[in-house]
Every structure is written in structure tokens, then in C-alpha cells.
């Protein structure tokens, strides 16, 4: 927005009037939906939040205008994007009984940090960034498709060395504390897809048993203006640390497949955005005045000025054909933000009915600097 603005507040409801709201409104938006009565649900609960969030601020609104924010306690799970601002009967008579919605990020491109003062931090990191790197970066390195047991890889009538006990051990941890890991078929296709956006000399791809923790650390991330992870992972509320990337199982070497908090802090990044394309990787333990400490605040710390992250377990398919969507945008020269608006836009009004509801465009956000 414009210079000169002067600080406006107004009233929410009480904490727990919008507690139970975004509960009640996330039930709703995080599951696959099922039949015309799951979109006329939302349809009503975003629209009844917009009016608790935003209706007190809409003299201030303006369409067009970036939207930054920096949520309290539930409202970090709530995707902003999705609030309906307005709700029609359709004008086709033939479909009297559809609805017409207008979605808060058809008006506004929306990014959320942790606080302003990180934001000014961040938004600081990524102009070194371009200063010191300018063209010489590389567009794009990306992991996708690791694979996570000899069984999966034996599908593929893959040969080589057995699987490692390292990585054996660490997933039967994982799976004895209910975690499992199945295969992501179409997260190859994601990253194949996103990778040949760009010429080969300014892209790179580790796929498959190529796609290890090993590579990531012996990679010069550095040099790369945008670093992807498609694949599984693990978010700890009770102990974050333990949070990690899931990388290849099988033929780990000295590593374990996990890319954890701890070793994400010691990664030397220079890349303008993260994409975590796995399930729930906005996620992790809310610490009151900090936020939520998670995968997200490790990248940051370790260099990356804005990431995209998930809200909830996203659908294989559909989230590959997003990911080449938000690509093909920054490609044509849209920042971070817009682009993933864009994307978000294309979906909303997809031939494919299904693709209309947040459950397959709204999972994804962006935290930190457009």
C-alpha cells in the first residue's frame, strides 16, 4: 500500500468465538470434498467468517491491493484466500440452484509472516540475495519421488544395492509410531513437469533413489534461485526438532533420509523460495508470541526469504498440476506472490468442477517476502 497509512485497528469476537469457527471451517475444507452439498457448506462458513474477520476492516480494503498477514494462535491453519466475500445465485437459469462466490484472493494477492519485524528481516535477505547473484543463479533445483522401501523400488524393476538398515531402521520407527510412507507416483511428474520449464543447464532434478539427504547436503544450494521438495513430511508438534524432509530410504549411505530441523538450521541457502510440496508443511508447535516453530522458521533461519507451505495433506494428483501452474507464472515473470495467486485463480476456475474447492488450491501459502 501507499506511503503515509496510518495504523488502524478495529474489534474481532472473543478468541474462543473464533476458535470454534475455524475448527468447524477447516472439518469442512481439508477433506476430499463429496457431492454439490460440500461446496454449498463452505460456501456458507467462508462466507460467515469473512464477516467476523474482515467485515470490520472493509473500509480499508482495497481490490488490488497486497494483503500481509501475520495470524494469532488457530488462525495460522486458516487459509485466508478462501474467505468468500460475496454469495449469488448463479444468473444461468438452468443452474438457479448453483451458487456464485467471490473468494478473498480474487481481490488480493495474500502472503503471512510471523511478524513484521521478521518480514523486514526477510525482505532485506532476498534483496541481498538478487545483489549478490543477480543472473548467475540457476533457476531451479528440485527433489521428487525418493523412493522409501527396496519394495517400492523392486515395483519399478529397479536394481542395485540392498536397502540400507539405516534407513530401515528409520522408518520402522517411523511406522511404530503410526507414520508410514507410501509411494508418490506423481510427485515425479511434478518435478519433471516443473523442471523442464527451464533450460537443462539452469535446472537440476534428483529423482527417485537420487533423491537423498546425501545429495542435498553435497548440493551447492546456494547457487539456486528456487529449491522444491516433493515428497513426504514429517511435522512433531510435541518436539519439532524431530520435523523433517523425507528423502530416499534406500541407499542412504551415512545419513538416514531424513532431512531434520537440526540439519535444515546448517543448510547455506541463497534461493528466493522454498517449495515444501508435501502434506501439512506449514505446520508445527504453536509457541505463544513466537508463532509456530516448524519446518518453515528452519529454512528461514537457514537463508530462504519465502516459502510455500501446506496447511493439510494435499492430493497427489492434483497438487502436480498446480505446482506446474504456479511455475509457468513465476517463469513468465510474476513474483512469488502473484504467481501463486495466479495458480490458485486458475483452479477456481477450472473446467474441472471438482478443482473449484479449497481442498485442491487453498493448502498451499506463502510465508515471508512476495
Request: one cysteine or more.
Amino acid at each position: 500500500m501507499g506511503g503515509n497509512q496510518e495504523l488502524q485497528m478495529v474489534a474481532l469476537p472473543k478468541r474462543s468465538v473464533i476458535e470454534k469457527q475455524v475448527t468447524a471451517y477447516r472439518k469442512m475444507i481439508t477433506v476430499h470434498p463429496k457431492g454439490h452439498r460440500a461446496f454449498q457448506q463452505h460456501y456458507h462458513q467462508a462466507r460467515r467468517l469473512y464477516k467476523m474477520l474482515f467485515r470490520p476492516m472493509s473500509q480499508y480494503l482495497v481490490r488490488g491491493h497486497r494483503l500481509i498477514i501475520v495470524p494469532d494462535g488457530i488462525l495460522y491453519y486458516l487459509p485466508f484466500e478462501t474467505l468468500v466475500k460475496t454469495v449469488a445465485r448463479s444468473s444461468d437459469q438452468a443452474a438457479a440452484m448453483d451458487l456464485r462466490v467471490r473468494y478473498l484472493v480474487e481481490d488480493h494477492s495474500i502472503t503471512y509472516a510471523p511478524s513484521a519485524a521478521v518480514l523486514g528481516d526477510l525482505l532485506a535477505k532476498r534483496k541481498e540475495s538478487v545483489r549478490k547473484l543477480g543472473g548467475r543463479k540457476r533457476e531451479l533445483l528440485a527433489y521428487g519421488d525418493p523412493v522409501f522401501s527396496l519394495k517400492q523400488r523392486t515395483a519399478r524393476a529397479r536394481t542395485g544395492p540392498e536397502e540400507s538398515k539405516l534407513g530401515e531402521i528409520v522408518r520402522g520407527v517411523y511406522e511404530g509410531r503410526g507414520i508410514k510412507f507410501p509411494p508418490l507416483p506423481s510427485t515425479r511428474a511434478e518435478v519433471e513437469g516443473i523442471t523442464r520449464l527451464y533450460p537443462p543447464t539452469k535446472s537440476k532434478a534428483y529423482l527417485g533413489s537420487k533423491a537423498t539427504e546425501a545429495s542435498v547436503k553435497t548440493e551447492k544450494l546456494s547457487q539456486y534461485k528456487r529449491l522444491h521438495f516433493a515428497t513426504h513430511a514429517i511435522i512433531d508438534e510435541a518436539v519439532p526438532v524431530r520435523s523433517g524432509v523425507v528423502l530416499s530410504l534406500v541407499d542412504t549411505g551415512d545419513e538416514d533420509g531424513i532431512l531434520q530441523m537440526r540439519e535444515i538450521f546448517n543448510l547455506e541457502l541463497e534461493a528466493e523460495l522454498v517449495v515444501l510440496s508435501a502434506c501439512q508443511t506449514a505446520l508445527g508447535k504453536m509457541v505463544r508470541g513466537e508463532g509456530i516453530v516448524g519446518l518453515t522458521r528452519a529454512f528461514m533461519y537457514a537463508g530462504a526469504p519465502s516459502l510455500a507451505v501446506s496447511l493439510w495433506p494435499v492430493n497427489d494428483f492434483s497438487t502436480a498440476e498446480f505446482m506446474k501452474m504456479f511455475y509457468q507464472k513465476m517463469k513468465a515473470g510474476q513474483g512469488n506472490g502473484d504467481a501463486l495467486r495466479a495458480a490458485k485463480l486458475e483452479m477456481i476456475h477450472s473446467e474441472s468442477p471438482a478443482y473449484r474447492h479449497p481442498y485442491f488450491w487453498a493448502a498451499f501459502v506463502l510465508v515471508g517476502a512476495m
